[in-house]
């Protein structure tokens, strides 16, 4: 009997007992949601830190994905200081500036939760799972809308499908415009200034997480105070500065295969020029109105933008059809995770 599967391919066995572990812990998340939702005191920092963690590992991929997959070989140390300490200047800026607020005023039309149901705090769980699957889910729908209205949900979807549509039209032009430049000068050299690229980098991605830290950190705030004390601020600062020093030392987890598989994003000038688009659509919409958006559904629209630019530059039909795949593929992903926050929203109304 021929076997197809490579000779170091793993097991159902060992995928099963490699599993274990994460499905006790979520287990446990799920018995800790059930016996202190009636809790508002407990629930309210229980879906903080279950929510802390799962948004930013599934957002990864959007804001470190790019960063992370060109930077493999720097120790993940001076990754966290560098990555986290952007975040604590942006989370105490934000603090300051919005008189104890740390969503940005994202949050200024979605009342703070006195009391908490089973599947609110739940939804974080969820989402950890949907990660452990490499699902790009929004959190922002997940982790809002069992705390906003009808009429903001609405208004979050519409905002988000604009998002998608500008990024992926942006995306088309810029990268159409660099793939022209690329086929007809020396851009395609192996052979360039790395040191003035990763410098480039680094602005670029720190530009695009503090912008990102704008736009999400509602997420995960939403289960707390509207206004923060000093105390509770920095107590939530460190929590989430150690959550980023944990995915900077796992490299981001397996999630981050939805950027490797793009078309070469481990390319450091790729990486560079891919956040800093995206840094300036999410600073657009920002400024826009205070109405949360998904960050997830405007990254995978500039992906896809992205990619088709590049197909069409190939000109070879095979292209295409890996193209319509990947791009498929995201949308589903992404799409299921939308569905299961319609849902959940839905069984609690």
Same mark, same amino acid.
């Given at each position: 009997?021929?076997?197809?599967?490579?000779?170091?391919?793993?097991?159902?066995?060992?995928?099963?007992?490699?599993?274990?572990?994460?499905?006790?812990?979520?287990?446990?998340?799920?018995?800790?949601?059930?016996?202190?939702?009636?809790?508002?005191?407990?629930?309210?920092?229980?879906?903080?830190?279950?929510?802390?963690?799962?948004?930013?590992?599934?957002?990864?991929?959007?804001?470190?994905?790019?960063?992370?997959?060109?930077?493999?070989?720097?120790?993940?140390?001076?990754?966290?200081?560098?990555?986290?300490?952007?975040?604590?200047?942006?989370?105490?800026?934000?603090?300051?500036?919005?008189?104890?607020?740390?969503?940005?005023?994202?949050?200024?039309?979605?009342?703070?939760?006195?009391?908490?149901?089973?599947?609110?705090?739940?939804?974080?769980?969820?989402?950890?799972?949907?990660?452990?699957?490499?699902?790009?889910?929004?959190?922002?729908?997940?982790?809002?809308?069992?705390?906003?209205?009808?009429?903001?949900?609405?208004?979050?979807?519409?905002?988000?499908?604009?998002?998608?549509?500008?990024?992926?039209?942006?995306?088309?032009?810029?990268?159409?415009?660099?793939?022209?430049?690329?086929?007809?000068?020396?851009?395609?050299?192996?052979?360039?200034?790395?040191?003035?690229?990763?410098?480039?980098?680094?602005?670029?991605?720190?530009?695009?997480?503090? &912008?990102? #830290?704008?736009?999400? =950190?509602?997420?995960?705030? @939403?289960?707390?105070?509207?206004? !923060?004390? +000093?105390?509770? %601020?920095?107590?939530?600062?460190?929590?989430?500065?150690?959550?980023?020093?944990?995915?900077?030392?796992?490299?981001?987890?397996?999630?981050?295969?939805?950027?490797?598989?793009?078309?070469?994003? &481990?390319? #450091?000038?790729?990486? =560079?020029?891919?956040?800093? @688009?995206?840094?300036?659509?999410? !600073?657009? +919409?920002?400024? %826009?109105?205070?109405?949360?958006?998904?960050?997830?559904?405007?990254?995978?629209?500039?992906?896809?933008?992205?990619?088709?630019?590049?197909?069409?530059?190939?000109?070879?039909?095979?292209?295409?059809?890996?193209?319509?795949?990947?791009?498929?593929?995201?949308?589903?992903?992404?799409?299921?995770? !939308?569905?299961?926050?319609?849902?959940?929203?839905?069984?609690?109304?």
């Amino acid at each position: 009997m021929i076997n197809w599967l490579p000779s170091n391919a793993p097991s159902i066995q060992q995928k099963i007992q490699k599993e274990i572990p994460f499905t006790v812990v979520i287990c446990l998340l799920f018995l800790a949601c059930y016996l202190f939702f009636p809790n508002p005191e407990v629930a309210m920092w229980l879906g903080f830190g279950i929510a802390g963690y799962s948004a930013i590992a599934n957002d990864s991929i959007q804001t470190l994905g790019t960063f992370l997959s060109s930077n493999k070989k720097i120790p993940w140390w001076l990754l966290w200081i560098f990555i986290g300490g952007i975040f604590a200047v942006t989370y105490a800026y934000g603090w300051a500036q919005n008189g104890g607020d740390i969503s940005f005023g994202r949050l200024a039309k979605i009342p703070q939760p006195t009391e908490f149901q089973f599947i609110t705090l739940a939804g974080p769980v969820i989402l950890l799972i949907l990660t452990r699957l490499r699902m790009p889910v929004s959190t922002t729908f997940l982790l809002l809308s069992t705390f906003s209205s009808t009429v903001v949900i609405r208004s979050m979807l519409t905002k988000t499908f604009i998002g998608y549509m500008v990024a992926f039209i942006v995306a088309v032009l810029v990268w159409s415009v660099i793939a022209y430049i690329y086929h007809r000068k020396e851009f395609a050299s192996k052979h360039y200034n790395k040191r003035n690229w990763r410098m480039l980098q680094a602005c670029s991605t720190a530009f695009l997480w503090s &912008t990102w #830290i704008m736009h999400d =950190t509602a997420n995960v705030s @939403v289960f707390l105070p509207r206004t !923060l004390s +000093f105390e509770h %601020m920095l107590i939530s600062l460190l929590y989430l500065f150690f959550v980023i020093g944990l995915l900077m030392y796992i490299k981001g987890g397996g999630i981050q295969v939805v950027v490797t598989e793009k078309t070469d994003i &481990t390319d #450091i000038r790729a990486a =560079t020029i891919i956040d800093f @688009v995206y840094a300036l659509v999410l !600073l657009v +919409f920002k400024n %826009m109105n205070n109405i949360p958006m998904s960050t997830t559904w405007v990254f995978l629209g500039l992906l896809a933008g992205r990619e088709i630019a590049l197909t069409l530059m190939t000109k070879k039909p095979e292209v295409y059809v890996k193209t319509a795949k990947l791009v498929f593929k995201d949308i589903g992903r992404a799409g299921m995770g !939308l569905l299961i926050s319609l849902l959940i929203v839905l069984f609690i109304s």
